[in-house]
């Protein structure tokens, strides 16, 4: 307050001040990286992450020792005891292993749970291949980033 007893404007509010963020200072390094044209390896990582994030799921039930074929199987099995079911609710004679089998693999449920799995299996690809492709561009990043600094000491200083 001032000596008259009304409040002072905040100057950080004032009507013509930006309401933005503040720009933190730049790296040396991000100097480089623009020079270079390799985008920044914080940008990279956050991307990385978001993508990571999105495919975790998918990497479950997909990747390496993920659930995936145990679904399948579970699912197979449901329909096995549905078919089973049916057929004494219908009065039908008793089906074989292998009719059972073969009415479960056409069964319209199953036919779904492929298409799913299929198109789960195709977006895990595409993310894992974007992650990769992110990861390459970092090593690259990090081997140019070698590269200058050894050019450094290779350059004959005069004087």
Known sequence: MDRGGAAMPDPRNSPGRSQTRAVPPR?????IQDRLGIPS?????????????????????????GTGD??????????????????ARDGRKRLTNGQIDDEAHEH????????????DRATYYRLENRRSGIEHVINRGQMIGRYLSAETYLTPRTG
């Open 27 to 31: 790296t040396p390094m991000q100097d």
């Open 41 to 65: 390896v914080e940008s990279l990582l956050a991307e990385r992450q978001d993508i990571v994030t999105e495919m975790a799921d998918l990497w479950a039930r997909w990747g390496p020792g």
């Open 70 to 87: 145990d679904l399948r199987k579970a699912e197979l099995s449901r329909l096995k005891g549905l078919i089973r079911a049916q057929a």
């Open 108 to 119: 319209p449920d199953y036919l779904t749970w492929l298409t799913t799995a299929t198109r």
